[in-house]
């Protein structure tokens, strides 16, 4: 009987590695074996992160409504708790991107909060 060998997968699984460490400096783009630890490092992090962005967006819109709400005279907990308050369904990547982009209807919600809270 002759002897089997697995060549062609181990040829490919290799070949997945080396593909995606493309771009890597030195051993980490050429040898397997350091190729292979850093791609997977790199993995770890990739889906770490995706769920750091996530959060760090987050604080980025706070801190750009809170900038536009007291420049209006009230500050973002005040702005959050009379949104709430007064029905109106807003998130917080909108509310940043209209603080941003369009400082007049920003106000104006501003305005809203300002005479729902006396």
């Known amino acids: 009987m002759s002897r089997s060998v697995n060549n062609v997968a181990a040829k ?4 997945k590695y080396l593909k995606a460490a493309k ?3 030195g051993g980490r783009s050429k040898l397997y074996k ?3 630890q850093a791609v997977e490092k790199g993995w770890q992090y990739a889906y770490r992160d995706r769920k750091v962005r996530k959060r760090d967006f987050r604080k980025l819109w706070i ?7 007291r ?3 009230i500050n973002y907990n005040q702005l959050i708790n009379g949104l709430k308050k ?6 917080r990547k ?15 919600l501003c305005d809203i909060v300002k005479n729902q809270k006396s």
């Open 23 to 25: 771009g890597y400096i």
């Open 71 to 73: 420049l209006n005279g």
């Open 34 to 36: 350091t190729a292979r």
């Open 94 to 108: 909108v509310l940043a991107h209209l603080a941003f982009h369009d400082a007049e209807t920003f106000g104006k």
């Open 63 to 69: 801190i750009r409504i809170n900038a536009a709400a």
């Open 12 to 15: 490919r699984r290799k070949k």
């Open 86 to 91: 007064a029905d109106i369904e807003v998130n």
